[in-house]
């Protein structure tokens, strides 16, 4: 199987969300995704998709960032895309992986817990077991009135942690282009961690968008 990888685009940053915000990274954002979330803020423009091969994107990783720590592979939907020698190459090169999954797909033989961390955001009813069992974190996006509101996790979306204690859940108000629905899915979230001991995940790369 070709190892040559259909990227939107890349760039050295600060992560803003999740387990691992805070930490300056290097984005790798893969081409197409199998949901079409109402609220997806990810443009996704085929024609100007790059195909590169791992040794490219790590090449240009050590080119544009510090040479190591954190590579956050996203989308899109990265599984959908043979992402395993990308993930190889920047492991062993001395990079850590977040990899970001809707949770709908998995493959075989990835690195969990060696090196690569995925973060599931479920969006629909299914996670799969792969996942299940390995999520490092799983994040759900928060927008107000659509909670179960015996979980505090959105209705109709995947949310069996049972056993899944030691793992963080965390909830991420989304932001819309209008400020009062923003505040409104903001205060949500705040409830919400309040409530179920959840951890908050503020997409504040927003407020910093634009910083070089
Ligand atoms: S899963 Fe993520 S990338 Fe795919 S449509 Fe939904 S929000 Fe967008």
Not at 38 to 63: G, L
Not at 65 to 77: F, K, N, P, W
Not at 94 to 121: H, I, M, R
Request: charged content about 25%.
């Amino acid at each position: 199987m070709s190892d040559t990888l259909l990227v939107d685009e890349m760039f050295y940053s600060i992560q803003t969300e999740g387990v691992f915000a805070g930490r300056p990274a290097f984005f790798v954002r893969l081409h197409g995704c199998n949901l079409r979330c109402a609220f997806c803020d990810t443009m996704q423009d085929k024609e100007k998709a790059v195909k590169m091969t791992p040794k490219e994107i790590t090449k240009k990783a050590k080119e544009i960032g510090r040479g190591d720590g954190l590579v956050v592979l996203t989308g899109g939907e990265p599984l959908l895309q043979n992402v395993k020698p990308l993930i190889d190459r920047f492991i062993k090169k001395g990079y850590y992986v977040q990899l970001e999954t809707n949770g709908t797909v998995c493959q075989d033989d990835l690195p969990f817990g060696k090196g690569l961390y995925a973060v599931v955001s479920p969006k629909v009813k299914a996670v799969h077991p792969e996942l299940i069992k390995h999520g490092y974190a799983f994040k759900y996006s928060i927008i107000k009135g659509m909670q179960d509101v015996n979980t505090g996790l959105p209705k109709g979306v995947w949310q069996d942690l049972k056993g899944n204690d030691r793992k963080k859940i965390m909830v991420s108000p989304v932001f819309c282009n209008h400020s009062v629905d923003t505040a409104d899915n903001i205060a949500e979230a705040v409830a919400i961690c309040k409530k179920f001991g959840y951890y908050l995940s503020v997409q504040y790369h927003k407020l910093i968008q634009g910083i070089k």
